[in-house]
């Protein structure tokens, strides 16, 4: 698929929301498209997650690269072996369904994706893994919830410490072993999925960065929210440049030309 001059697609996974209580929407925040657009450099291009409209076949090879954005509604225990409660809050079937065959797909291929709070759960359950549905029950836990009350500002402001494995791909990417970060989450990793490796914690031993051993493809997943003032933060600007040049490598790989052999 040859694109001259054009920058390459990332397509963002959207979320779906009933709007004034009646009309059914795909949305995904303006944040994510800015960071993809700005700091990454491509297109960013809204996916609407539901199996009645696309296939995971179609978004590879439409798209060269993926977010996996945070939403409020969680990835079904269903999907890791657990029965639903209360506890586990607002499901997305439909995402669910687009989602995980889709990360599958992308390891396989070394198409690059990139997993930010809900996306970053769905990465670890696509590979296997499970889900805490609430990590604040734990014992010794801490609340790694949205303020209630404030500005955006004030609900995206950095609150926690998160620890990078020494020689990881994060510590090497940012160049230091522990970076400040938001945290807007309920659930969390509770059992690594088969390639998962958990390379950051929260000082409660949450984890908050991860990586799929031996994928040929970017891979590099957060449960903080690096959208957020991706052009200025000195952890986001990094993580989503990263993930742009992974994104460019592999459109380049795809439209170069297959050479005959006599």
Known sequence: MSRPNVRPIVGIISNSYLLNDQYPAHAGGTMNSE???????????LIPADPRFVSVDELLETCDGFLLTGGRPNVHPEEYGEEYSDAHGDMDRARDAITLPLVRACVDRGQPFMGICRGFQEVNVAMGGSLYPE???????????????????EKFALRHIVNLNEGGCFHKLFGSSEVLTNT???????????????EG?????????????????????????????????????????????????YAQGRQAPIRKTA
Do not use: Y
């Open 201 to 249: 914690h929260a000082p409660d031993g949450t984890p908050e960065a991860i990586v799929i051993k031996d994928a040929p493809g970017f891979t590099m997943s957060v449960q903080w929210h690096p959208e957020w003032d991706a052009s200025n933060d000195p952890v986001s600007r990094p993580l989503f440049t990263a993930f742009g040049d992974a994104v460019r490598t």
């Open 35 to 45: 960071a993809i657009s700005t700091v990454s450099g491509c297109i960013p291009l």
């Open 184 to 198: 807007l989450h309920g659930q969390g990793i509770k059992r690594p999925g088969a390639r998962v490796i958990v």
């Open 135 to 153: 990590i604040r029950d734990l014992p010794g836990r801490d609340n790694h919830r949205m303020p209630p009350d404030g500005t955006l500002e």
